[in-house]
């Protein structure tokens, strides 16, 4: 198979991959069943395709195959319930080439995925693995675990669902409150793929963050009075306003502090405005999305990195750590401390995570502190930490920024 044809099934997959899963799971009444014969109509394309051809409606394609290979499993069962029989006519009397907009039922395929009977990391790694179609070594990279591991849990996760019998369906009201952090959660890091990519050769997945945009407003509508989901969509539309600055024309990155600011998108830095004020209409306090929607929306105020209030950031940081508790939150505050207060006070900050250890062998540790020690006029030991950042990035943009910062010192 050709590079080209493996890239085009892989792209597709990426566009398609999700509602293929949810059209299945809504006729098979099973997201892990549904998952497995959607994996096997891609290997059906990836051998098939290279000779026919990519076909013109691929998603199509891909849930006929995966219908078809539903019915053959329960034909090969020695003894078929009334249950599977009836799915199996229902399958056979639809048409192989129908394709509608499915509406909500990714959004199904989400709160199935975030059933309480699984654990939250479960909730996320299964979500990201069958509605936004990552693979099990991105979705490792994510959650800084070997990759067997991950794949271990997302297998665990399908099986348990599968023997719950959880049921393809957005729940009741009175069952969101169990449910709902954990959509909030699934949603939040889909959309931070997209705005920086684990691996791979793309700097911003806009396939991604669109998709998780999209899911988030569906949540916020769904639920008017909690001030999480719309601190959320607020905190999305701030950070994607930035989107058409942080890549050149040729998909390098471009940093925060060289983007051309009038290339940001004011009409959704307005509606993440507007997101932010409903969520404190509501009177509850600010927890850690409307936090970092608060800081998004500190930058999008400011007219230059030099005009930001830097205090106000670091004042907000500070909120968001003592309620996560996130060691990646540190480095963000340390960032942010450098512009307030000098390097030497943000090197302090990240030494103490350096002497933790909980981000031992994640890209963005080197990364800063690399920063911190080149503003500090000790360019030997910066050059050391970004050429190790460098090594431990899965992202070929960011890695190509990281070198050139090392070779610049």
């Known amino acids: 198979m050709s590079d080209e044809t493996r890239r085009s099934v892989e792209a597709i997959w990426r566009i398609e991959g999700a509602r293929v899963v949810a059209t299945v799971a809504r006729m098979v009444g099973d997201v892990g069943l549904a998952e497995d014969l959607a994996q096997d109509a891609l290997a059906d394309a990836l051998s098939q395709w290279p000779e026919s051809g990519v076909p013109r409606n691929a998603g199509a394609w891909l849930t006929a195959v995966a219908k078809r290979r539903a019915i053959d499993g329960w034909r090969r069962r020695e003894r078929l319930d009334e249950r599977y029989r009836t799915i199996a006519r229902e399958l056979e009397d639809t048409a192989e080439d129908e394709w509608e907009p499915i ?168 509606r993440g405005r507007a997101a932010l004020s409903r969520a404190d209409a509501l009177g509850r306090g600010r927890g850690p999305y409307a936090l970092q929607a608060a800081i998004a929306a500190c930058h999008a105020r400011a007219v230059s990195v030099d005009a930001t209030d830097w205090g106000e950031i670091v004042t907000l940081y500070e909120a968001l750590e003592q309620l996560t508790r996130n060691p990646v939150v540190t480095l963000n505050r340390a960032v942010a401390v450098s512009k307030a207060a000098g390097p030497q006070a943000a090197l302090r900050i990240v030494d103490k995570e350096v002497d933790a250890g909980k981000l031992r062998g994640w890209y963005l540790l080197p990364s800063v502190r690399g920063e911190l020690l080149a503003q500090l006029g000790r360019p030997d030991e910066a050059r050391k930490e970004l050429l190790r950042a460098a090594g431990l990035t899965g992202n070929e943009r960011q890695r190509a920024v990281l070198l050139e910062k090392a070779a610049a010192l």
């Not at 709160?111 to 936004?132: D, N, W, Y």
């Not at 699934?186 to 396939?207: K, Q």
């Open 103 to 270: 509406g909500d039922d990714v959004l199904k395929l989400v709160f199935a995925a975030c059933h309480p009977v699984l654990s939250r990391e479960a909730q996320v790694a299964l979500t990201l693995r069958i509605v936004s179609g990552l693979t099990s070594d991105e979705i490792a990279r994510m959650f800084l675990v070997p990759v067997s591991t991950m794949q271990q849990r997302i297998v665990r996760a399908k099986k348990t669902l599968t023997a719950a019998r959880v049921p393809f369906e957005v729940p009741e009201p009175h069952e969101w409150g169990g449910r709902l952090a954990g959509v909030l959660a699934v949603v939040y890091l889909v959309f931070t793929e997209g705005y920086a990519a684990t691996s791979g050769d793309r700097w911003i997945r806009r396939d991604l963050a669109d998709e998780a945009l999209r899911l988030g407003r569906m949540v916020a509508a769904l639920t008017p009075r909690e001030p999480e989901a719309h601190s959320l969509v607020a905190l999305m539309e701030l950070q994607a306003s930035r989107f058409a600055a942080r890549e050149s024309p040729g998909g390098d990155p471009i940093l925060l502090a060289d983007q051309d600011r009038g290339r940001w998108d004011r009409g959704q830095i307005t």
